[in-house]
Nanobody
Framework: QVQVVESGGGLVQAGGSLRLSCAAS????????MAWFRQAAGKEREFVAA????????YYAGSMKGRFTISRDNAKTTVYLQMNSLKPEDTAVYYC??????????????????WGQGTQVTVSS
């Protein structure tokens, strides 16, 4: 029903910036919200940021707020994650997720039903 594909990951030096993209396709009109999660090696997948399709609400994990910005394009087909002041601890696989069911939560993995394959972000010290 909905497909999401991440891109833009790579290797960046600490303090640098990177912008990730998540291209949505399929029944994008059904999307209620989209989010970015990340998962470092050996750790649980954690919430990064979310954006509401209907109201342009944005939500951030406390550790990311101020450094990361989630946004979408005007056509509502692509969601971005602008990452600034990157730190080595930001190293992780970053996943894009979409919710088409109107789940009321924002910050949990189970709040989203569709996931991309992930894109690796590595921040060197």
């Amino acid at each position: 029903q909905v497909q999401v594909v991440e891109s833009g990951g790579g290797l960046v030096q600490a303090g640098g910036s990177l912008r990730l993209s998540c291209a949505a396709s399929g029944r994008t009109f059904s999307i209620y919200k989209m989010a970015w999660f990340r998962q470092a090696a050996g750790k649980e997948r954690e919430f990064v940021a979310a954006i509401s399709w209907s109201g342009d609400y944005t939500y951030y994990a406390g550790s990311m707020k101020g450094r990361f910005t989630i946004s979408r394009d005007n056509a509502k087909t692509t969601v971005y994650l602008q990452m600034n002041s990157l730190k080595p601890e930001d190293t992780a696989v970053y996943y894009c997720a979409a919710d088409i069911d109107g789940v009321q939560g924002w910050r949990r993995v189970h709040d989203y039903g569709y996931w991309g394959q992930g894109t690796q972000v590595t921040v060197s010290s």
